[in-house]
């Protein structure tokens, strides 16, 4: 065991500003711009080989989605995580979440350091992410997670726009209001066979499961989140009441809780989002759960760069992913991105990277251009 746990030797922070293609709306508001923390580290192994290894941190710049927010989790990451993960001696990427288990929450802030030790220890071994896994897909159906638009016939030509792409599945952000006649009209527009969802962000409430039942008539795959994250119970009920799944995003932070959710029919469908839950390994943890229990899992997206998008495209490749995720192309939200190899589809599909470690390589000219500042973590 102890063969295979590196030394940290090094920590850099760089924080990155990228304009979005279009502003993106959800329910709890309009984004022109993602400010994204990337971590990078260096490990040595007993020979004193260094490899590094990058991790890309999910949190938004307001705690609107989570309660993480971009400052808050580069903050813990230098006055709490990193102190404490660095002080605990070698390790792999395995050791990460339970020598980090006695600080409380911060998971995307935890996940991104996880990822960044595993990526370089994929690297040093060789190894792709995929593999390291258990992947059996070697491709991976894409959908497409569409905005929120004031006009219908704006939202019909963006969602034509999609579909021309290639893209096999289509999720619409929802809140009250046009809600039902926009459904009505995505569906009047891509036909019956085309799979379609939709993603509220918790802007319902339990007393909406007469207006949500009317939903069932558009044959859709799933319900995302209607309801606040901590409103299990509401959820189990508005599953009882809905005929089309319930699907939690934000509710599912842990596997235990997703075990939970699961248990008190709160879950009929699961988003796993790495980031959301601490990282990667617990999210195959709770893939492996769902598997076991019968729950469909597909896997989210949270506009990450080519670093994250590579890597989520190793994980939808678990055979429990059994529904298209929101792995798009990287144009689908950036026009330029900081790997050499952005996330493209063909024919609706995004091919697993098997490129030793999660899948990428960094275009560093862009990257550079693209920082908006750097710190160099004090070991
Ligand atoms: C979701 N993602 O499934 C999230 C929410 C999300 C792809 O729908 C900037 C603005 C970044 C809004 C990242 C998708 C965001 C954002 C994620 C929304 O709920
Ligand atoms: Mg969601």
Redesign the pocket.
């Known amino acids: 065991m102890t063969a295979h746990r590196r030394t940290i030797e090094r920590v850099e922070l760089r924080r990155i500003a990228m304009p ?1 293609v279009a502003p ?3 329910s ?4 022109t711009d ?1 400010d994204i923390l990337l971590v990078r580290v260096v490990l040595a192994d007993a020979d004193g080989t260094e490899t590094e290894g990058w991790g890309e941190c ?1 949190a ?2 307001e705690p ?2 989570s309660p993480e927010y971009v400052d808050g989790a580069q903050h813990v990451m230098v006055h709490h995580l990193l102190p404490r993960l660095i002080a605990s001696g070698p390790l792999e990427a395995a050791d990460v979440a339970p020598r980090l288990a006695k600080l409380h929450g911060h998971p995307m802030a935890k996940g991104a350091l996880e990822m960044a030790v595993l990526d370089a220890q994929l690297r040093a071994t060789g190894q792709s992410f995929a593999s390291f896994l258990g992947a059996t897909a070697t491709r991976i159906p894409s959908g497409v ?1 569409v ?1 929120i638009h004031d006009s219908t016939d704006e939202l019909l030509s963006t969602v034509q726009g999609y579909v021309d792409d290639g893209y096999v599945r289509i ?1 619409l ?1 929802i809140e009250p209001g046009s809600d039902i006649e926009q459904v009505a009209a995505v569906r009047e527009l891509i036909g019956p066979d085309t799979p379609f969802q939709v ?1 509220a ?1 918790t802007a319902y409430r339990r007393t909406d499961g007469a207006h949500l039942r009317r939903l069932d008539d558009y044959d859709l795959l799933l319900i ?2 209607p309801l606040p994250e901590d409103d299990i119970i509401g959820h189990a009920r508005l599953a009882a009441e809905v005929a089309t799944p319930i699907c939690l ?2 509710s599912l932070v842990s596997a235990a809780g997703t075990a939970d959710a699961i248990e008190l029919g709160a879950c009929e469908i699961a ?1 796993i ?1 790495p980031g959301r839950v601490g990282g990667y390994l617990e999210a195959v943890r709770i893939h492996d759960l769902c598997l076991a229990r019968g729950i469909p899992v597909w896997c ?4 990450e760069t080519g670093i994250g998008r590579a890597a989520n495209a190793a994980l939808a490749a678990l055979p429990g992913f059994t529904l298209p995720g ?1 792995i ?1 192309a990287s144009t689908r939200f950036y026009a330029q991105d900081i790997v050499t190899d952005p996330i493209t589809i063909t024919d609706g599909h995004v091919t697993v990277p098997v490129t030793p470690g999660l899948g990428f390589d960094l275009d560093m000219a862009f990257l550079d251009a693209v920082t908006t500042a750097t710190f160099d973590v004090e070991l």
């Open positions: 979005l993106f709306r959800t709890f508001g309009s984004q993602r999910v938004l710049s609107s989605y997670s905005g999720k952000k993603d962000n995302e989140q995003d934000e988003n989002k989210g997206g949270m506009l929101d798009s």
